[in-house]
């Protein structure tokens, strides 16, 4: 048998190559496998190019997952704080954006060469374009089938991610794995992803592409104050993305266009003061006159405000200020920027991130069910889990 590496990662993403330095620091043996031609997709495509790479305020409640208390012990373990402190040594310029998100000034390709300069630091040895066909469990140690050779390592991180972003090699595969040594699984879906239009609501609001309008949106579970942006298949942006994660199939949403607006008492005033103008004049100092036009009635909108009833500026404040949408769906895994659901957390133990019932297996990143809001909070994830395991292997 040809001599066992210590860790065999699988997976050369954020949290893979996060483990990868992390034991490559202890004197571990460590190799990593990536079925791409390079490293770090996710990553140097993330935030635009620029990589939103942790947030200043990262704690629990910034994560989904049917345990939420699991994520707590690897976040105060390798906090934002520590990952900055790295960043800040390679002297990767950064600026901070709405709701302490963090980006690189250049390029997402900062974060990711520095990456893997920790990885050559370490002798982290990376081998591009490896498929894995079998993976076995001997007593002593794990045996694993690559298209090129036999590998054998004493302990196999599981860092393949979800199933977001197939363009990016995101695949089923760590779920299969997870299955094959008999780790449940909690059901995946789609998350931080546009919503669709029914046909109808299609044919009605296609002609707002590209307005974007600072709103808040809630849904039972939350809300989010953020951008909204009208696409020609539905909406999105930040404020969009943020609620995707809480939706489920069949349920609406509630949107306010105008948060900072008190609509009916501003219709009330001007009805006053000026009670020839038109609502239309009001409505289209407020809001875009394309989304007054597709909200509102055209006969409602170029009526007086000295002949408008208490009744019709009700319905035009429900319009704009409590808005009831029923998305058709979302735009799937082809958009979402992660996924939901995963290797369930309760077979996994939080401290060393090692699955209970199978030692010297370990699953890291966003393959588990753990799921964090925008803003950073994945990449957090991935960096915070990865150490973790990096302790460990």
């Known amino acids: 048998m040809l001599k066992p590496w210590d860790v065999i990662i699988i997976g050369a993403g954020a949290s893979g190559l996060m483990c990868a330095i992390e034991a490559g620091k202890r004197g571990q043996r460590v190799l990593l496998l990536e079925k791409s031609k390079k490293a770090g997709n996710k990553i140097r495509m993330s935030g635009g190019g620029r990589c939103n790479f942790t947030n200043y305020g990262v704690s629990a409640e910034n994560y989904l997952s049917d345990n939420p208390h699991f994520c707590k012990s690897a976040l105060s373990r390798f906090s934002q704080w520590d990952f900055l402190a790295l960043v800040q040594r390679y002297d990767i310029p950064f600026h901070e954006r709405d709701h302490g998100q963090l980006f690189c000034n250049e390029s997402a390709k900062d974060i990711l060469e520095m990456l893997l300069s920790e990885c050559h630091q370490v002798g982290v040895e990376i081998r591009l374009s490896s498929t894995i066909q079998k993976i076995e469990q001997h007593p002593d140690h794990f045996c694993i089938d690559s298209n090129r050779e036999t590998l054998h390592c004493q302990s196999l991180v599981i860092a393949t991610g979800g199933l977001s972003i197939p363009t990016t090699g995101a695949s089923p595969f760590g779920y299969q794995i997870a299955e094959q040594f008999a780790i449940p699984l909690k059901p995946t879906r789609a998350g931080l992803v546009p919503f669709t239009w029914h046909a109808n609501d299609k044919q009605r609001f296609a002609c707002l592409s590209g307005i974007a309008i600072n709103s808040v949106v809630t849904h039972a579970l939350t809300q989010f104050r953020e951008s909204l942006l009208f696409t020609h298949r539905g909406l999105s942006g930040p404020a969009i993305l943020q609620i995707s994660s809480y939706w489920q199939a069949g349920e609406h949403i509630e949107i306010d266009l105008l948060p900072d607006v ?72 082809r958009t979402a920027e992660v996924t939901l659901g995963g290797v369930d957390t309760d077979a996994i133990s939080s401290r060393t991130l090692e699955a209970k019932n199978s030692r010297g297996l370990y699953f890291i990143g966003e393959v588990l069910d753990v799921t964090g809001e925008l803003g950073g909070y994945n990449f957090q994830w991935a960096w915070a889990s990865g150490w973790c395991a990096g302790q460990y292997v």
């Open 262 to 333: 008190d609509l009916l008492t501003h219709l009330k005033q001007m009805q006053q003061q000026h009670p020839q103008q038109q609502i239309k004049t009001v409505l289209n100092q407020q809001l875009p006159k394309r989304l007054v036009s597709a909200f509102i009635d055209q006969t409602l909108l170029e009526q007086p405000l000295a002949n408008s009833r208490f009744e019709q500026f009700a319905m035009i404040v429900e319009q704009f200020k409590q808005w009831r949408v029923k998305p058709a769906g979302t735009e799937g895994y």
